[in-house]
């Protein structure tokens, strides 16, 4: 089922990157940064590819915004991902001063956002993105379904 409205670009991008994910082998997720509307940093999960456990698809590309930005502070800057943060991605968020955090679907087992810890709400996190969760719900939440489903 499509969502009632276009999905924004870098969410669709997003998207994009969560299917190479799986094409190589990775868990689906794919993340976006902009600034000012256009995309600075990208990436998908490369933990297997790299044999990096930090590589999650929100990490590479906020690396890559970094990179682009000369700059480790990414003030002013949105993130899209297929998939609720984890307590790592999220504590990396809030340390990069991410203005907006947009995710496709939630992670029961593993988020950290509106799930688990709820990172943003504790008193020692000392930046809180604006968050928006179920955009993409959908067609995120269909990807790791299938992905998970074809290793059973």
Request: overall charge negative.
């Amino acid at each position: 089922m499509a969502p009632p409205f276009p999905l924004p670009a870098p969410m669709r991008r997003a998207l994009d990157l969560a299917r190479a994910a799986e094409a190589a082998g990775e868990v689906p997720i794919g993340a976006v940064v902009t600034k000012d509307d256009a995309i600075i940093g990208e990436g998908e999960n490369r933990n297997r590819r790299d044999n990096d456990p930090t590589a999650h698809a929100e990490i590479v590309a906020m690396r890559a915004a970094a990179t682009h930005l000369g700059d480790y502070r990414l003030t002013g800057c949105d993130l899209w991902v297929t998939l609720e943060p984890c307590p790592m991605c999220a504590g990396a968020i809030s340390h990069a001063r991410i203005a907006r955090l947009y995710y496709a679907v939630g992670d029961p087992k593993g988020g950290a956002i509106e799930q688990g810890p709820r990172l943003f709400a504790q008193p020692q996190c000392l930046h809180r993105p604006d968050v928006y969760g179920g955009l993409a719900e959908v067609e995120a939440s269909a990807l790791l379904r299938d992905f998970f489903a074809a290793r059973r």
